[in-house]
């Protein structure tokens, strides 16, 4: 779904552990590292989208993981002019998300899983809360920062949050 301005509705996913790591995901086929995300279907509310896409990139149902929080508004990112499509109609130049804040208790961490049809990652692991936030793709950087710091207040375990520090992995 593409509104009027150009933007795609997406939703972000950030999943935690009881330590308050994140799970930061490896793209297939490139050396790329991300949250799971992904688009929201026509009639599909984002917390419907986001359960859909938690199945489908990490294999997880509602039933493992804990909905701890969600960003209130829209975050929104511009594509690089390189990747934007030309030609397609509407015109996507770029992403619309509301990111939701999951909570994953370590005894469900077996169920991760990318064996699925079209798999999107083929590497996990666990880091810091801020270690993503120099590490994503650079045109992300501002809607990572924006949705890391809203949920992390939401975190039932906060001691490692105090200060934002990339270099802790």
Not at 130 to 158: C, D, G, H, I, T
Request: aromatic fraction near 14%; glycine fraction near 6%; charged fraction near 25%.
């Amino acid at each position: 779904m593409i509104d009027a301005d150009g933007f795609r509705a997406n939703v972000g996913i950030i999943l935690a552990n009881t330590h308050g790591q994140v799970l930061w995901a490896k793209r297939v086929g490139h050396n790329a590292w991300q949250f799971p995300q992904g688009g929201i279907d026509a009639g599909e509310s984002p917390t419907d989208a986001m359960y859909r896409e938690l199945w489908e990139e990490v294999g997880l149902y509602p039933k493992h993981v804990k909905l701890l929080s969600q960003t209130q508004s829209w975050l929104r990112y511009r594509l690089p002019k390189r990747y934007i499509r030309q030609g397609q109609y509407p015109l996507c130049i770029g992403q619309k998300q509301k990111w939701f804040l999951l909570q994953l208790d370590e005894k469900n961490t077996e169920y991760i899983r990318f064996d699925t049809a079209k798999p999107e990652f083929d590497h996990w692991e666990w880091v810091s809360y801020w270690y993503p936030l120099n590490q994503v793709v650079a045109f992300k950087r501002n809607v990572y920062r924006r949705a890391l710091l809203e949920l992390s207040p939401q975190l039932p375990l906060r001691s490692e949050l105090l200060l934002p520090s990339a270099r802790q992995r």
